[in-house]
């Protein structure tokens, strides 16, 4: 396993499990509704959200990695990354159009839609960034 | 498909290492781990310096079959 596979495959445990654990704590501190109103807990799961995208995102594949440089990057783990972007691209796709269909037929009749539904869609947008391009380093190396 | 002998050479240059290959065709230890398995065709540059490293030519290491 390369240092990329193990920084990648450790990060998509990590995110996933952050994730959950942002999903459940959301869900038991009342939901959209809270979210909304209250701003204690926007800025503690908007604190968790920084905090998850930040871990996977950056340190999860490293920038020096990105560039092709260190000791542990080769052209194998550069292949790898530039397919991780498709995987990424996929992964945000799907998200915003599960959110936007979703979205869209449940206020079809009211026309309009609360603010946060928003916020929700890029937060769900980030996380399946970052954990479509660990997910895409982990996929990318079983192409080669 | 692209086949390599890479194995074979390393031990004919007195069973050189991976790591030492990798250090001198400038890879890692892990793709010259995959290029063995051949579960990896490097590119053209990687196996040109796979070449050198052996001293030999590059159809000495890879060759194409149908």
Not at chain 1, 13 to 31: E, I
Not at chain 1, 54 to 72: N, Q
Not at chain 1, 118 to 131: D, E, F, G, K, R
Request: aromatic share 10%; hydrophobic share 50%; proline share 3%.
């Amino acid at each position: 396993m390369t240092s990329l596979q193990r920084r990648a495959l450790v990060s998509l445990v990590v995110g996933l499990v952050w994730t959950a654990v942002l999903v459940v704590l959301f869900v038991v501190r009342g939901g959209v509704e809270r979210f909304a109103s209250d701003a204690p807990t926007r800025i503690l799961l908007s604190t968790l959200f920084v905090l998850l995208v930040l871990t996977t995102g950056l340190f999860g594949v490293p920038w020096k990695a990105r560039k092709g440089a260190g000791p542990d990057v080769d052209e194998r783990d550069l292949a790898a990354l530039q397919r991780a972007t498709q995987v990424q691209l996929l992964a945000v796709m799907l998200t915003l159009a599960g959110w936007v269909i979703g979205l869209t037929e449940h206020y079809w009749v009211d026309g309009v839609m609360p603010v946060t539904w928003p916020y929700l869609m890029l937060y769900s947008a980030l996380i399946s960034s970052t954990l479509g391009q660990s997910l895409g380093v982990l996929l990318g190396y079983h192409r080669n | 498909m692209i086949r390599n002998d890479i194995r074979r050479l390393r031990f004919e240059h007195g069973e050189m290492t991976q790591e030492e290959l990798s250090r001198l065709a400038g890879c890692t230890r892990q793709t010259v781990i995959a290029l063995e398995q051949g579960r990896y065709v490097p590119s053209l540059e990687l196996a040109f310096r796979i070449a050198r490293a052996f001293g030999v030519s590059l159809e000495s290491v890879f060759r194409y079959e149908e």
